[in-house]
């Protein structure tokens, strides 16, 4: 059996240091930092990330705060209240919850929060500077995989990486993240020809392609460390991944688990880019 790559060891280890920069914050007097989610209408998957977002916040000490719009509210409606919040220097980090009803283009929305308290990482500045040598705040769920990567000790540099998924929240900047840690990347996407010869090539497979047990055993190098973004509720109502974990198990050296891996700790890098936003006022 593969290694469980599990959030909860890593997170066990990182919130201790994010509570004592939070203390170190209160300390110094700095007015309560406060994070603020929009939502637009009530879908049941927004509205469980949506409640532990706000949980694990204020439960490190941020004064945490939902701004709900129902799902007929306009464009504008929406723009417009988070440019308020832009402007509201008691604010240090705004959310926008995704999925987004169908009218409201995620190109326009990317650039809607301004990129200082951008603490999801998406805004096309925050997503360029991620190709520097300074990053500002890295898109959260690349950011805890590769938490995970290296809490289990898990080579980078110099391996083969492949990343099957090119969205703006996760795949290019998983591939960028990878690039920074030396790794060579292959990216993978629906319109990639074999992709399963290309993953077989791959030592790191990060599959984030919203597409249910979509790799099985045959995308996999023998001894690969897998990691599963995949989130799915199936026909028995269990949450499962883009991996199917019982193919791939006899195969792989290392597998994150879902639920358990990956969705945990992208709310842990949240909440580290938020005390970031914080400490920088
Ligand atoms: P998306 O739909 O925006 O992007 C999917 C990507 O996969 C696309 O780039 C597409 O080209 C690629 N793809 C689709 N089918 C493919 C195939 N057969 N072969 C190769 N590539 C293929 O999805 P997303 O927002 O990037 O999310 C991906 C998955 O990760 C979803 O299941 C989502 O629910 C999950 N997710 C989990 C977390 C978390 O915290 N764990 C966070 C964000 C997204």
Known sequence: MPISLRADAV???EMPLLQE??????RSGTVA???????????PASEIYVAKKIKTASDLGFKADLVRFSADATVSEVR???????????VNGILIQRPLPADFREQEVLLWVTPEKDVDGLHPEN?????????????????????????????????????VGRSFIVGRPMAQLLLRADATVITMHSRTKDPQSLARQCDILIVAAGKMNLVDASWIKPGAT?????IHRNAEGKIV????????????DALSPVPGGVGPLTILSLMENCVQAAMRG
């Open 127 to 163: 997503q360029g500077l991620l190709a520097t040598e300074e990053p500002r705040f890295v898109s959260c769920t690349p950011m805890g995989v590769m938490k995970l990567l290296t809490h289990y000790k898990i080579p980078v540099a110099g391996k083969i990486a492949g990343v």
């Open 33 to 43: 930092p406060r994070f603020v989610v929009v939502l637009v209408g009530s879908a």
């Open 11 to 13: 997170i066990a280890k």
């Open 80 to 90: 417009d209240a988070i440019g308020v919040l832009n402007r509201d220097n008691s």
């Open 241 to 252: 991944g883009d991996v199917d974990a019982v193919s791939v198990a006899p195969v792989a």
């Open 226 to 230: 897998v990691i599963d973004v995949g």
């Open 21 to 26: 920069k939070m203390a170190t914050l209160r």
